[in-house]
């Protein structure tokens, strides 16, 4: 029988009790162990049954037991404690405010965050991968640093799926109906209590309309746009049904309502609580890329602004960031243009928007770009004066990928940068390695360590003795080993097997056995089941007598990826074998709180993707903080941080770009290829360093890496870092350009959007007319310079609009230039008789070798964040060059 209706009955907490709600409705208490501890100790038995989720604990734990902690002074002081230590968190000075008081240019009052999944908590499954755990980490960072950042997303009623398997070992998904009553949000409210909420217009004179639930991430609130409301149709309802659900159309008014909708609940919530409104907006990837457009339409609809469009974007380009995560042009998100059309166009276009202007933001306008699609990480960069990728080798393919964007320039000098990913200390780190640093650095400067990022936090860490690196590793394996099995076991319930067939899984893995862990989304290019490519070999490996190896395996397919389940079928086929189960296990349903058991209990953390496919990949950096040593392929953050003392570097046969049909011979080769190099450097390299033990028993040269792992990348991958970064490197700049072109009411946007009309349209009448050099036609020595000459068209524009420069380097034999350096020619005199302009500049010959240059003009302007920003170059005929290959 089931319910015709659903409601949650709260538990009436005595009065002594209430500051247990103040901790349960701010998410904090999932990084903060203290906090924890004391709901764990309010009833241990329903913390464990509620998935030691807080507010369900409150709402489940018997009244007896409540009234015995009123009266318990003990727990009383623990809980009053606890509530003074998060109110002086939420509202004592951090590192952000430092750089308020002693900055030259103040950071920015306020950013606004927008993604369209965060992982903050296993309680709160708003999340799928890698994406939004990395949202999470940045919301839960900006908190500790005390940077005022607003998070903006959807509240997806069914989440993501859960995972189990069928008796065949096929992913079987279902979405739980997740009741905001039972978790750590509140509905935003006006001031007479009704819910606030935020509508769309659609096309047929529908509405889309949402309510806010609010989640407090520390210091930071989260903005959640619910469609689930009763204003609204059945189809509006579902738009915020799953993450990641739906058809074309689904997706797009997902992330209609994200982006414009996103901006009108910032709004709401400036306004409803006085928080001061962002001067900077980031996007977390593409999803949210309509933020822009609102924003336009907003200062559109200023008439003191009295901007344009044109003047407008502006304005809204200098506040904005876009983050690219997407490390190949299939995975972005395209619509059809028409789809667009319809939904931004007619009576539902935006006041003072075209819908011809919107269309051009997405248009894929290079070559082999579809005219027929809406492209939207196209619109994302167009609409963002500041580009990043999440890693160093990230941010090269990412230049690469979108050069098309900006013509005539290499990809060296797209203006797309990266700030390589971290993730949050105190989420990831087991309270055992906390206090076994603690014990060393002093519980204080420990705090600071994660918090900051700051490498001489982590100074002293070398001191910790072998012994006790080995002890703790050890415990943490064991911890894993109980883990794996508990979920083994009910796995296996779940496919059907009864108790009587389950004796064989309490002797599922070994606690003193090298475990290697591999746990990860499962689209094709992460190969999961590369390890499978030669299963005798990978047997011989498992089942070695005396030094074997164990494995960990965890990942979830896109429901609709049936290639991905396929991946995981076979694994478990594997797996299941009785030869082998005891020594690799696959659990379903990987989540955050399956994640935090495996980063710290492995040995060695596994990642063989196909390269440069992974943009960062930061399960290995949850595991190094753990002091898991890294086994993975020179590709995102590792390839960055690898230095041959903190783990091991698949070696990979690379065809061209890497990117390979996987049905072709040529991936056949190269999977056969990384395969053998894995197994040869488990079984030569990793399994010999673990087994190679001393006279006390210990394996000295293993811990020495686990050590240099600690002190080395542990201030390197943090989240708390690579927020700094972002403050200092993009956000501050951000809020620096947009002031700039905001004052005044907007005339410095005015001013900047009239320059780049003006010189988009005289752009045609620039050229570089005659280059000539004093140089000889002998080679040059080392030292030397050469004096240049050149004569360029202007056209209509001025040697103001524009800086000519020379560009030199090394060449290779098509005399391409490489290794490039720009250098500025000055305006000698005004125009001549046929309207031409005199640079001139000294050349200085600083390298030997074959060695070139050319000459081209660029737009130029104070309020370029890059020299490419327009994409217009003007070059030569012919590019100038020398063969220097004398030159001493």
């Known amino acids: 029988m089931k319910a015709i209706r659903r409601f949650t009955v709260r538990t009436v907490l005595p009065e002594q009790l209430q500051p247990l709600h103040e901790l349960a409705l701010n998410l904090r208490w999932s990084w903060h162990p203290e906090t924890r501890d004391l709901f764990r100790s309010v009833d241990p038995e329903v913390w464990a049954a509620t998935g030691e989720d807080p507010v369900r604990l409150l709402g489940e734990v018997p009244a007896a037991r409540l009234a015995a902690l009123a009266a318990d002074r003990r727990f009383l002081r623990r809980l009053g404690d606890l509530a003074d230590d998060l109110r002086?968190?939420?509202?004592g000075p951090r590192w952000y405010q430092t750089q308020q008081e002693g900055g030259v240019t103040p950071p920015p009052a306020a950013i606004a965050y927008f993604s369209p999944e965060y992982g903050i908590a296993a309680a709160l499954p708003q999340y799928s991968g890698g994406l939004g755990i990395l949202a999470g980490d940045h919301l839960k960072a900006a908190s500790d640093l005390g940077?005022?950042?607003?998070?903006?997303?959807?509240?997806?009623?069914?989440?993501?799926?859960?995972?189990?398997?069928?008796?065949?070992?096929?992913?079987?998904?279902?979405?739980?109906?997740?009741?905001?009553?039972?978790?750590?949000?509140?509905?935003?409210r006006e001031a007479d209590g009704t819910p606030s909420r935020v509508d769309l217009a659609l096309p047929g004179g529908r509405t889309l309309a949402a309510h806010i639930w609010k989640a407090q991430v520390g210091r930071v609130p989260l903005l959640l746009l619910d469609s689930d409301i009763e204003a609204n149709s059945p189809a509006e309802r579902d738009v915020t049904d799953r993450l990641y659900g739906g058809g074309s159309e689904h997706r797009l008014l997902q992330e209609m309502l994200l982006g414009i909708g996103g901006v009108r609940a910032v709004r709401?919530?400036?306004?409803?609580?006085?928080?001061?409104?962002?001067?900077?907006?980031?996007?977390?990837?593409?999803?949210?890329?309509?933020?822009?457009?609102?924003?336009?339409?907003?200062?559109?609809?200023?008439?003191?602004?009295?901007?344009?469009f044109a003047a407008a974007l502006e304005s809204v380009r200098a506040g904005t960031l876009f983050t690219t995560h997407t490390p190949v042009p299939a995975g972005i998100d395209?619509?059809?243009?028409?789809?667009?059309a319809r939904h931004f166009g007619g009576d539902v276009a935006l006041p003072g928007v075209p819908v011809e202007s919107v269309l051009a933001l997405g248009a894929e306008t290079w070559r082999g770009g579809d005219p027929k699609l809406f492209n939207m990480a196209a619109m994302g960069l167009r609409l963002a004066q500041r580009a990043n990728g999440v890693s160093t080798l990230h941010g090269e393919v990412s230049r690469s990928m979108f050069n098309g964007l900006w013509p005539g320039f290499d990809p060296a000098e797209v203006p797309i940068t990266s700030v390589t990913n971290g993730v949050h200390a105190s989420t990831w780190i087991d309270p055992a390695v906390v206090r076994l640093g603690a014990a060393e650095l002093g519980a204080e400067r420990a705090e600071e360590a994660m918090t900051t990022g700051e490498t001489k936090r982590w100074t002293g860490l070398e001191r910790i003795g072998n012994a006790e690196i080995w002890d703790l590793r050890r415990s943490l394996r064991a911890q894993l080993v109980e883990e794996a099995r508990r979920r083994l076991r009910d796995s296996w319930r779940q496919r059907g097997a009864g108790e009587a067939e389950l004796g064989w899984v309490s002797s599922v893995l070994d606690p003193d056995v090298l475990t290697i862990g591999f746990a990860r989304r499962v689209p094709s290019y992460k190969r999961l089941t590369l390890m499978l490519r030669d299963p005798d070999r990978l047997r011989a490996l498992l089942l070695h007598p005396t030094r074997p190896v164990q494995i960990v395996v965890a990942g979830k397919a896109h429901p609709a990826d049936d290639g991905g389940k396929r991946l995981i079928q076979q694994m478990v086929a594997f797996a299941d074998d009785p030869t082998v189960r005891h020594r690799i296990v696959f659990l379903p349903d990987y989540d955050m709180a399956m994640a935090q058991h495996l980063y710290p209990g492995c040995d060695v953390w596994l990642n063989n993707p196909l390269r440069p496919l992974e943009a960062c990949g930061t399960s290995g950096m949850k595991a190094a903080l753990n002091g898991c040593l890294n086994l993975s392929v020179l590709d995102g953050w590792w390839d960055e941080w690898y230095d041959g003392q903190n783990g091991w570097a698949i070696p990979t046969a690379d065809e061209g770009d890497g990117v390979l049909d996987p049905e072709s011979s040529e991936a056949e080769r190269r999977d056969d290829i990384e395969a053998a190099a894995l197994y040869d450097l488990i079984e030569e390299q990793v399994a010999g360093r673990f087994y190679d033990r001393g006279s006390d028993g210990l394996p000295h040269r293993w811990i020495a890496m686990v050590r240099h792992t600690l002190v080395t990348l542990g201030p390197k991958v943090l989240a708390g870092r690579m927020v700094r970064e972002y403050v200092e490197r993009l956000y501050t700049p951000a809020a620096l350009a947009q002031r700039e072109l905001a004052g005044r009411r907007h005339a410095a946007a005015r001013e900047l959007a009239e320059w780049k009309a003006r010189v988009r349209e005289g752009w045609p009448g620039v050229r570089v007319e005659h280059v000539e050099a004093d140089c000889p036609a002998e080679a040059q020595e080392l030292g030397s310079s050469l004096a240049l000459r050149v004569q360029v068209a202007l056209g209509a524009l001025q040697p103001g609009d524009v800086e000519v420069q020379v560009v030199s380097g090394r060449v290779d034999e098509t005399d391409g230039i490489s290794d490039a350096a720009a250098l500025a020619l000055k305006p000698v005199g005004g125009p001549d008789l046929d309207g031409r302009t005199r640079y001139e500049g000294s050349l200085e010959l600083g390298r030997t070798g074959p060695f070139g240059y050319t000459v081209r003009v660029l737009p130029a302007h104070p309020r370029l964040a890059s020299p490419a920003e327009l994409g217009l170059v003007a070059l030569p005929a012919e590019s100038v060059g020398m063969d220097a290959g004398l030159l001493r």
Not at 88 to 91: A, H, I, N
Not at 271 to 284: D, I, K, Q, S, Y
Not at 334 to 340: A, E, M, P, T
């Open 334 to 340: 395209r619509f059809d243009r028409d789809l667009v």
């Open 88 to 91: 002086e968190y939420l509202t």
């Open 147 to 188: 940077v005022p950042i607003i998070g903006v997303g959807l509240f997806y009623r069914h989440g993501y799926f859960r995972q189990s398997l069928d008796r065949v070992g096929w992913q079987q998904e279902r979405y739980p109906l997740l009741d905001p009553d039972e978790l750590a949000v509140s509905l935003l």
């Open 268 to 308: 709401a919530y400036g306004r409803l609580t006085g928080h001061p409104a962002p001067e900077v907006f980031h996007t977390n990837e593409g999803h949210a890329g309509f933020l822009g457009v609102e924003r336009i339409r907003e200062l559109v609809a200023d008439r003191a602004a009295g901007l344009d």
